[in-house]
């Protein structure tokens, strides 16, 4: 399964991106998905999931109200809006699926993903 990230760039403080994820299974539907960041020296961290029918999503305490995660089935695409963008948010961002058959907060760590996008520089100018 391949997942292909696009959407970053350059952007100033308070300015806004839209991250996107192309997945090349046909099973999409079956994944819970997640988004990720890191940057130098620090281990990645969650930002966000979504469950298989897009109805559910857990946030990073950080991110609440800023981000917000959606999918598309039939396009086999997850997306993530980045609102009011902070220096802090400055990071690669990266997506992820998961065949953990439940979308619960404790299965949010990177051990639960199988599969990863390659990332996408996100940087926010102040």
């Known amino acids: 399964v391949q997942l292909q990230a696009s959407g970053g760039g350059t952007v100033q403080t308070g300015g806004s991106l839209r991250l996107s994820c192309a997945c090349s299974?046909?099973?999409?539907?079956?994944?819970?998905m997640g988004w990720f960041r890191q940057t130098p020296g620090r281990e990645r961290e969650f930002v966000a999931a979504i469950s298989r029918n897009g109805e559910n999503t857990y946030y990073a305490d950080s991110v609440k109200g800023q981000f917000a995660a959606s999918r598309d089935n039939n396009r086999r695409t997850l997306w993530l809006q980045l609102n009011s963008l902070k220096p802090e948010d400055t990071a690669i961002y990266y997506c992820?699926?998961?065949?953990?058959?439940?979308?619960?907060?404790?299965?949010?760590?990177?051990?639960?993903?199988?599969?990863w996008g390659q990332g996408t520089l996100v940087t926010v100018s102040s």
């Open positions: 299974s046909h099973s999409f539907y079956n994944y819970y």
């Open positions: 992820a699926l998961s065949r953990v058959p439940q979308f619960r907060s404790d299965y949010l760590a990177p051990a639960f993903f199988d599969n």
